[in-house]
């Protein structure tokens, strides 16, 4: 393709191609300085592509695909080109990837320990991690969490967090603007805004951690925390989880262990602080 | 070189996969994925010395599509125990075939469908079956409904609900608009049985099986895969019965598949490097164009060549049915998308 | 109604994990994973090797737990042992 580039994110190497500079100068903002492994081959392809060739300059729509794609997904315009990539990154690994079991889950850590949070979008997992992730925690990642079968430790997965919408205001003004991607304003999942994570997060996106804290957050209403039986943690976390058929045993075994030896919790909160002192406290009796 | 043409020297043993260069293997491995070959060259890769990060991919893939075979053997197993009350026998085909024959080109093997072959006889009794077992049809329009049971070599798709996993019951091996007609009742009446109490196609007929998918059946889109299954059966039961050549040409004959099966083996000879016996061994100008159909892939996994690619796929077609109705039936598939 | 017979997966195909009010089962053979309450790992545990119907399966049930083996429970455990069958856990013998 004309514009290519490498992009590592913890275990998984991608090479994203795309037939406009931007998107491609764009994540090399963004990731310029995740570690590079130029003799690493790539584990992942993505491609931004335009339907017919001249629609590259004709109200230009960015197509994605890759190793795999989804067939009916629809194109967005150029000027969003950084948020295609993104989902291109995030399809490649949610279908592709067999290394780990995969659980759609946000994760922060602290003392080789980890604290894995689950929840549909909307459910505040990103923008909990990424403001705990600018405190005492290292943020592991905002959307997947790997569990490795055979020792069952997280491994993180720390990509320029996607911050959306009222998130977007909750961190921008506590971060180095630098820090932050362009505003991709009215794109179909609303407002968005990259977040590139702290240099700690980047620099130990290898080193493992045991998990400690399994948390099913749910953004909205009175506080409240509800602990989670072992059986619905389980199904909660197939259904997190877009590789745990094709993991076979290793998967059931992974599950199994995680929710057995984890205690999990829903928790409910009417906004960020309350949540984060949610999270604070139920850490502080985790690791006692 | 293109990640193609190194794909396919891999395949062949003509190239050495550890000497390749990090870029040749970002085009390798993401042509391999994009022809659902990935986890069979793991496999054929297996005792090479490949780069960690090389290594600890195919190695995933490995134990993924180890994992796959199991659900897919698992579809074959639940159809014979929807089947066997009814006493219908049922021989597989394809994929699944490959697996519980426990055949070399099945290592790694991407297995879709769950196909079988019934005697056209058992087909209303099979549906009926299959229908009180939990499968159920997939949703489809009325034209094409019909389209399947007036012209097709199957019925229409049926998948098991509670697994999300489709079935194709075929009564012969080529749709019955199909210039050839192969012998399913020869085909039947010859089926051996596979280690698991499974029945599958004696070795010749699953090898023109296997030329009639790759060449008759379709637009060679994933072709290679094909090619790669025909490679194996015919190397491996070459080895196991030295007259195997001479009785294909037989088998092929009675079939009607002669012309099939002799260009599936030129064009393995050619890509992969299958050994043919002397009068096998001819060449024909025309394979040129399949070599550049199966090879139309770029670096990055895309399809090239169109227009190569929609002469195909009108081929595949004018293959299918005679002119008149191709016609018809272009015409209202067209109709449709409007 | 007939009481057919039914026979339980090999011991070596299941790998049966209670997790609290659930049981996980996971079957190597179809590699899936049936999440289940009881009676059903019961109804599994007491099958044995041998081809069983529901009769004998009830009476052994009533032995276990104290329960009756007549009426309900008979027709209850034929009922599991028909859904059993649909997901391949058991076949019919």
Redesign the interface.
């Known amino acids: 393709m004309r514009h290519g580039t490498r992009i590592a994110v913890g275990p998984v190497q991608f090479r994203v191609g795309s037939d406009w500079a931007k998107p491609i100068a764009a994540l090399d903002r963004l990731y310029a300085d995740y570690p590079q492994h130029e003799d690493r081959p790539a584990d992942a392809t993505v491609r931004l592509f335009a339907a017919r060739p001249w629609r590259r300059w004709l109200r230009p729509s960015v197509h994605i695909g890759g190793d795999y794609v989804v067939p009916d997904a629809l194109p967005l315009p150029l000027s969003m080109g950084l948020l295609a990539a993104e989902m291109g990154m995030n399809l490649q690994v949610a279908l592709g990837w067999r290394r780990h079991l995969l659980l759609h889950a946000s994760a922060v850590a602290k003392n080789g320990r980890a604290v894995i949070m689950s929840g549909a979008s909307g459910s505040g997992k990103s923008t909990l991690a990424a403001l705990l992730g600018e405190g005492g925690w290292r943020l592991m990642g905002d959307e997947f969490t790997l569990i490795a079968p055979a020792s069952g430790e997280a491994f993180a997965f720390p990509r320029a967090v996607s911050l959306k919408n009222q998130a977007i205001a909750e961190l921008a003004g506590r971060v180095d603007p630098a820090r932050l991607g362009p505003l991709l304003a009215g794109t179909p999942k609303g407002d968005i805004r990259h977040l590139i994570p702290r240099a700690d997060a980047i620099e130990t996106m290898h080193e493992p951690v045991r998990p400690a804290l399994l948390l099913f957050p749910r953004f909205g209403g009175e506080a409240a925390v509800v602990p989670m039986g072992e059986g619905e943690a389980f199904v909660r976390l197939t259904e997190a989880s877009t590789n745990y058929i094709a993991l076979g045993e290793a998967g059931f075994g992974a599950l199994t262990r995680l929710v057995r030896t984890v205690p999990a919790f829903a928790i409910a909160y009417p906004d960020s602080a309350s949540g984060i002192a949610l999270v604070e406290d139920l850490w502080a009796e985790a690791a006692r | 070189m293109s990640a193609m043409a190194i794909l396919v020297d891999l395949f062949a043993g003509r190239r050495d996969a550890a000497a390749l260069a990090p870029r040749e293997w970002d085009g390798v491995i993401g042509v391999a994925r994009a022809e659902a070959m990935l986890a069979t060259l793991a496999h054929r890769l297996a005792e090479v010395d490949v780069p960690e990060p090389v290594a600890l991919l195919l190695a995933d893939q490995r134990r993924a599509a180890e994992v796959a075979t199991g659900q897919a053997l698992w579809e074959a197993e639940m159809a014979r125990r929807a089947l066997a009350p009814e006493r219908i026998e049922f021989v597989l085909l394809k994929g699944t075939a490959y697996a519980a024959a426990g055949l070399s080109c099945a290592a790694g093997r991407q297995i879709g469908d769950l196909d079988i072959l019934v005697g056209k006889h058992d087909l209303a009794r099979t549906e009926n079956a299959l229908l009180k077992a939990g499968w159920e049809w997939v949703k489809s329009d009325p034209y094409d409904d019909a389209y399947y049971r007036a012209h097709m070599h199957e019925l229409p798709p049926l998948i098991h609900g509670g697994r999300d996993r489709m079935i194709d019951v075929h009564h012969t091996i080529l749709p019955r608009t199909h210039r050839k007609t192969p012998d399913p009742l020869a085909m039947l009446a010859d089926a051996v049985p596979a280690p698991d109490g499974f029945a599958v196609l004696c070795p010749t007929d699953m090898a023109c099986h296997c030329a009639a998918h790759l060449l008759a059946d379709g637009d060679l889109q994933g072709g290679l895969r094909n090619l790669w299954d025909f490679h194996c059966l015919a190397s491996d039961f070459a080895v196991a019965d030295p007259g195997f050549w001479g009785k294909l040409d037989g088998r092929a004959d009675q079939h009607g598949l002669r012309s099939e099966v002799r260009r599936a083996a030129r064009l393995a000879r050619d890509l992969l490097g299958t050994l043919l016996p002397s009068g096998w061994d001819a060449h024909d100008p025309t394979d040129r164009w399949f070599h550049r159909r199966l090879l139309a892939r770029d670096d990055w996994g895309r399809s090239s060549d169109f227009l190569l690619q929609q002469a195909f796929y009108i081929r595949s077609h004018w293959l299918r049915m005679p002119p008149a109705m191709l016609a018809r039936h272009l015409w209202t598939k067209w109709h449709k998308r409007r | 109604m007939i009481d057919r017979r039914y026979r339980a997966a090999p011991k070596e195909a299941l790998?049966v994990?209670p997790?609290?009010?659930?049981t996980?089962i996971?079957d190597?053979?179809?590699?899936?994973?049936h999440?289940v309450v009881s009676p059903i790992p019961e109804i599994l545990a007491a099958m044995g090797e041998k081809p069983c119907d529901a009769a004998t399966l009830a009476a052994r049930l009533a032995a276990d737990f104290e329960v009756e083996a007549e009426g309900d429970v008979r027709a209850i455990v034929a009922e599991r042992l028909r859904e059993l069958?649909?997901?391949?856990l058991v076949?019919?013998a």
């Open positions: 790998r994990e997790l609290g009010e659930l996980a996971f190597r053979r179809s590699v899936q994973t999440l069958a649909d997901l391949g076949a019919p």
